[in-house]
């Protein structure tokens, strides 16, 4: 999972405008974004999970 953590992070790093060399960022900055991979990883598996038949669909609402 922590290596799943680690790419998702480094994508949604390189995904964001002002984004610099990963390996340079600060440890503040990469945990930041880790927490977000972890949060979208958690999200996707609740999503997956939300598809077996009887689930109820949750709205998430898009937040900025």
Do not use: Q, T
Not at 5 to 14: D, K, S, T
Not at 34 to 41: D, G, M, P, T, V
């Amino acid at each position: 999972m922590e290596a799943e953590i680690e790419f998702v992070a480094r994508a949604l790093y390189h995904a964001d405008d002002d984004a610099k060399i990963w390996d340079r960022e600060s440890d503040i900055v990469k945990d930041e974004f880790r927490r977000y991979a972890e949060l979208a990883l958690e999200l996707l598996a609740a999503h997956r999970k939300s598809n077996a038949p009887g689930a109820e669909i949750c709205i998430f609402p898009y937040a900025a």
